[in-house]
């Protein structure tokens, strides 16, 4: 099977154009999004933020193929990844992006180091090649010696930094966030964004979060800002850091 592809202007990594997404429960349709269009550079680092249901996280699950779009396109890195099969999108996830989410979603069986190399595992990494980039991706985030303790011997602020090791791992072009923050204490959620930022200015890697904090979506270069599953508008840095020192 042969995917679209286009080539995107000035170095666009992900180019959206005109994506719905509608919910049906059966006795009623939530459009979550409604026609968004959106183009995030490489190297950028891009927050959504909005009120409660209004099409962020729908937003990032759609962009990234981890929900299937009802209309519209999302090419990612020149592929058109809404016209893949489950499985290839699957693989292209695997090596191409990391996610980092609120709950960490790490299994609780494995250990750090297993849980960081689940996504080479899954893309045909050897086990020992796995193994060993598991390890390094532990030591950019400073927890090299926890590598064999299990998620619930580790504080909350170590296993969000195993979630995003295992995001790192693969060392994808994209990383997506979803509140990475929203489950820790203030000085822990600063470490994470802290970590977020030097990772994504030293390796120039794409950066898309879902944040509810104006003081995260301050340390991104530009914010969308969503209601009712659309884009209302785009606030610059220098404008959220100015919302965020008065909150």
Known sequence: MTF????????????????????????IQVHALRGVSLQVRRGEMVAIMGPSGCGKTTLLNSLSGLDE?????????????????????????????GFIFQTYNLLPVLSAVENVELPLIVSGTRPRVARQMALDSLSRVGLR???????????????????????????????????????????????????????????NQTTVLVTHDPKVAAR????????????????????????????
């Open 69 to 97: 779009i009802d209309a519209g396109t999302v090419f990612i890195n020149g592929t058109d990844i809404s016209k893949m099969a489950d499985n290839k999108k699957t693989e292209f996830r695997a090596r191409d992006m």
């Open 145 to 203: 010696d926890w590598a064999n303790q299990r998620p619930s011997q580790l504080s909350g602020g170590q296993r969000q930094r195993v979630t995003i090791a295992r995001a790192l791992v693969n060392t994808p072009s994209i990383m997506w966030a979803d509140e990475p923050t929203g489950a820790l204490d203030s000085a822990t959620a600063k470490e994470i964004m802290d970590l977020i930022v030097e990772l994504n200015s030293t390796a």
């Open 4 to 27: 679209l592809t286009h080539t995107p202007g000035a170095d666009v990594v992900i180019d959206a154009r005109d994506v719905e997404k509608t919910y049906d429960t059966g006795n």
């Open 220 to 247: 991104c270069h530009r914010t969308i800002q969503m209601a009712d599953g659309l884009i209302l508008r785009e606030d610059s840095q220098a404008e959220m850091a100015a919302a965020a020192s008065g909150s």
